[in-house]
């Protein structure tokens, strides 16, 4: 009677042999649900990337990248923007050194103006505790997220916008009196 068995159970193992490692590939509904945030971030038109943090970043952040962050930027209106690389992140502790209690400059804007008008939005805005760091580069304005919170792209996007319309003003006052 076993001898019976024994090939409807190969047959069987054969199955889930193949078809194992094809259902292990999809992506889990976490997974899914990151892709499409992704996704949609690209339509509205912000670029979404690993963050390459330097060493005293990663050692002063309360989060780890590339692990736990992936930055969201916001492409600057105009290819001529002169803003000088900067970059916040949320400290682990609160200090009254740090800006608003709790962003430390990791790399300051060489302009006062520029380092600021940063501080000042960085205290105006409402920033969510999953943002782990805040920056400017030669393509935009940025944020590292850790995409756990409720927070939405909507928000994230109108955060961004604010952020580069404020140092976007800035700039067009500045190229105004040169």
């Not at 042999?17 to 259902?23: E, K, N, S, Y």
């Amino acid at each position: 009677m076993t001898a019976q068995w024994f090939p409807v159970v190969m047959v069987v193992m054969a199955i889930a042999l193949a078809v194992g490692p094809v259902m292990m590939m999809r992506p889990s509904p976490r997974q899914a649900r990151l892709a499409k945030l992704r996704t949609e971030a690209a339509q509205l038109g912000l670029t979404v990337h690993l963050p390459k943090w330097p060493k005293a970043h990663t050692q002063l952040a309360p989060v780890k990248a590339p692990d736990g962050a992936i930055r969201y930027l916001l492409p600057w209106q105009s290819p001529s923007t002169e803003i000088k690389p900067a970059l916040l992140i949320r400290s682990s502790y609160t200090h009254e050194l740090h800006v608003n209690g709790i962003w430390q400059w990791v790399q300051q804007p060489e302009q006062p103006d520029q380092s600021s008008l940063l501080e000042t939005w960085v205290k105006e805005a409402a920033i969510p505790a999953s943002v782990c760091a805040i920056g400017l580069s030669r393509a935009g304005v940025y944020v590292d997220w850790t995409e756990s919170s409720q927070w939405s792209l909507s928000k994230l996007l109108a955060m961004l916008e604010s952020m580069r319309v404020r140092l976007g003003a800035k700039e067009e006052h500045q190229r105004e009196e040169e």
